[in-house]
């Protein structure tokens, strides 16, 4: 069962659509990403959660990390985009999630990578994700969860995808 934190929120009136990355590559990545699927279940003022499959990937930043195991998840919700970043991080912290080095090892990678149609730019956080159009783990997940998205600069999901360069990701049959 989910223990974020349970605080009054500033709820929207209607729920967004939106879309959160996941990664692990320590503690049994496979077992942690499939937990936090689970867990965004859960979040309070989510709802309709939906994934793509899992996939493997080589690590981005220092090298001599081992493979990440990579989703995209959609959900609805009525969390305020900050709110909805404060139950991710404490999600990532049941998890034992430590940031010692940028891009290094982590336990759980939670990322807001799309907010509906918003662009935020705040020191804690950055809608559309800021290094989404570069990595092939969340733009082939994110087409196969939607394949006509559109980002909020009116780009196809297609159009990313066909920018980027594959490199290796093994979709897992799991």
Not at 83 to 110: I, K, M, N, S, Y
Not at 122 to 145: A, C, G, K
Not at 167 to 174: A, D, I, S
Request: aromatic share 6%; glycine share 4%.
């Amino acid at each position: 069962m989910t223990k974020t934190p349970q605080t009054e929120f500033e709820l929207l009136d209607q729920p967004v659509r939106c879309y959160i990355g996941l990664g692990s590559n320590l503690e049994d990545p496979l077992q942690q990403v499939r937990q936090a699927l689970c867990e965004l279940a859960e979040l309070p003022h989510c709802s309709n959660l939906t994934h793509s499959r899992l996939y493997r990937s080589d690590p981005v930043g220092p090298p001599g990390q081992p493979d990440y195991i990579n989703a995209v998840a959609g959900l609805d919700t009525r969390l305020q985009p900050l709110d909805l970043l404060d139950q991710l991080q404490a999600l990532e912290q049941q998890h034992r999630r430590v940031r010692l080095q940028h891009w290094g090892p982590r336990t759980l990678d939670l990322d807001i990578l799309l907010y509906a149609d918003r662009q935020i730019d705040l020191p804690r956080l950055q809608v559309p994700h800021p290094h989404m159009s570069d990595r092939n783990f969340v733009l082939y997940p994110l087409q196969e969860l939607e394949p006509t998205l559109r980002f909020p600069n009116g780009r196809s999901i297609s159009d990313h995808v066909n920018l980027c360069t594959l490199g290796t990701l093994e979709p897992l049959e799991v």
